[in-house]
């Protein structure tokens, strides 16, 4: 069973539409980096016990993204943010090499901090 | 039955994870401002059966919202995507009002243009 990495996305944005136990697997599986064996182990459940519910999780999961598609929303807002934030270092540059101007390295700082409080939204 | 309006927000986002019908009188009843008589004529059931039909429904957008919180998160994308486009705005008019940058005027545009972006994301 090969791990699918955007699983770790999806369970960001999805995680609380499973129950407990589906969250419980995902997260040694995905986040802790546990094997089927160990989480079995933890658990007190089979190998194939586990194997089952995370499949079951990962599908719930990408049932809600093909539906809502909101990760991919949201991605696609992150990298706005990010090259927002490239045009505005630009600026700063630009800004020192030209007549410097307090004011607009001001306002260039303010942008790049927002954009810092983007990324923990 | 006053009508909540953060439904038709909820609804944008969560809106696919309604049954067919439970669409139909959401968007009725919020987006094409029916009411619940017309409602009940158009899809040929009773007042009182549409009025449970458009609670069902929100208690599962709110419950969603609840569980999830996509819908804000993403209010708080938009406010500071809008602070970041005012804020290039003044660099606008600063880089005019000292010596003009063509340079320092590309990127403002291309801030605004990536807001411009987000803002149909």
Not at 79 to 101: D, P
């Amino acid at each position: 069973m090969a791990k699918d990495m955007n699983i770790s996305l999806l369970f960001d944005f999805y995680g609380d539409m499973l129950t407990e136990k589906q969250r419980d697997v995902i997260e040694f599986y995905y986040n802790d980096d546990l094997s089927l064996a160990e989480i079995a182990e933890n658990e007190g459940i089979t190998r194939q016990g586990v194997r089952d519910s995370i499949k079951r999780a990962e599908s719930i999961l990408m049932d809600m993204e093909e539906r809502l598609g909101l990760a991919q929303r949201f991605h696609g807002m992150r990298n706005c943010f990010e090259s927002i934030c490239a045009a505005a270092g630009e600026i700063r540059n630009l800004n020192k090499r030209h007549s410097y101007s307090r004011d607009i390295e001001l306002q260039v700082e303010k942008i790049i901090e927002l954009s810092r409080d983007l990324s923990e939204l």
